[in-house]
């Protein structure tokens, strides 16, 4: 069975893609992902907050010893010092990972600004990271943050790390644009290389036993995954970038059906988290035997199968889908009017 397929431009054995967690942060566990034939890695994220402090750190350091003798150059500490901060393991990270597995290994970003992102996607690069994913997490808590606010900042993010590298350059989007459709195809007239759908933002909440705000992270469930395979069968036809579907992968069955809607990729962590590094060849295992039982030759054939055709008015075709949606619930549960 043929599952080679393409992300970024990269060639990929399959297209199932460990994405950014705790299992893709050490080489040990990065080798255990490609033992059991997972196609791409994305390590954790490096996070602007970790940058901003170390270039503080580093800068704090060099003015402290700015009025030493100016020809003692030697006094000036290094900001590559024997006990390196995050920015400097992190690039330590992706080269020992690379080095480890014969994979695609992708470099992943955090943040809000335009910051100093440009500056370590290069050491990314440097460091041999195939592609890098940028990861906006930008909640816009000031209420006076307009929409086009939200997606300029996402824009100018994108087009300053394209500035600064070669590589190809993914970014992972949130669903609460007010046009998650327009978001995605200005990223991807900007230069975006591919698009990752979607982020899962985290949601603290209050607990009223311990008045306290709990954290508020949960792993994914297959629950989660209509919105995300929705916008991929919206966009399939409708961008030239990549395609990866992120969100809700726990069987076989999840990763087909996001193929069936237009993924070039499919991400996954939780269902690693859940069940080991080991789980990827259970779900490539399953997605061999639903592919041969449909008929299908590789996952290309099988890819866009279920996308929106690009001829259809979509507002009227997602509109059908709602009100089928609705005439279902009151088939299977009749005239439900409350107590």
């Known amino acids: 069975m043929d599952l080679f397929t393409r992300y970024l431009g990269l060639p990929l054995r399959n297209p199932l893609v460990a994405s950014a967690s705790p299992l893709t942060s050490t080489v040990r566990d990065v080798r255990r992902l490609a033992d059991a034939g997972i196609g791409a890695i ?8 970790q940058v901003h402090r170390e270039q503080l750190r580093d800068l ?22 024997s006990e390196p901060g ?10 020992q990972a690379v080095s480890a597995v014969d994979v695609p290994v992708i470099a992943s970003l955090n943040g809000s600004t335009p910051g100093g992102w440009p500056t370590f996607a290069y050491a990314m690069q440097e460091a041999g990271a195939a592609a890098i994913e940028l990861n906006i997490y930008f909640v816009p808590g000031d209420p006076h943050t307009s929409g086009r606010q939200v997606e300029d900042r996402h824009v100018e993010i994108l087009e300053r790390v394209l500035a600064h590298v070669s590589i190809p350059v993914a970014v992972k989007l949130s669903p609460h644009f007010s046009s998650p459709g327009e978001m995605a195809v200005r990223l991807d007239r900007t230069g975006a290389h591919g698009l990752v759908l979607f982020n899962r933002f985290l949601q603290p909440d209050v607990d009223p036993e311990s008045v306290t705000v709990s954290p508020g992270f949960a792993l994914s469930t297959p629950a989660e995954a209509p ?28 990763v087909a059906a996001y193929l069936l809607a237009g993924a070039d990729v499919v991400m996954t962590t939780s269902s690693l ?18 592919l041969t039982r449909k008929g ?16 259809v008015d979509q507002a009227a075709y997602e509109r059908a889908g709602y009100v089928a949606a609705l005439e279902h619930a009151r088939e299977t549960y009749g005239g439900v009017t409350g107590p």
């Open 86 to 95: 995050g920015a400097n393991r992190y690039v330590r990270l992706v080269e």
């Open 273 to 290: 988290l859940r069940h080991g590094p080991e789980h990827a060849t259970v779900l490539l295992d399953g997605l061999t035997d639903w």
């Open 227 to 254: 919105l995300a395979r929705t916008w991929v069968a919206i966009l399939h036809d409708h961008v030239t970038c990549s395609l990866a579907a992120s969100t809700g992968v726990e069987t076989a069955a999840d």
């Open 296 to 311: 299908f030759a590789g996952v290309d054939e099988a890819r866009g199968w279920l996308s929106v055709p690009r001829e």
């Open 42 to 49: 994305v390590l954790p994220s490096l996070f602007e907050e």
């Open 60 to 81: 704090l350091l060099v003015e402290a010893h700015e009025h030493a003798f100016s020809e003692a150059t030697s006094y000036f500490p290094s900001t590559t010092a």
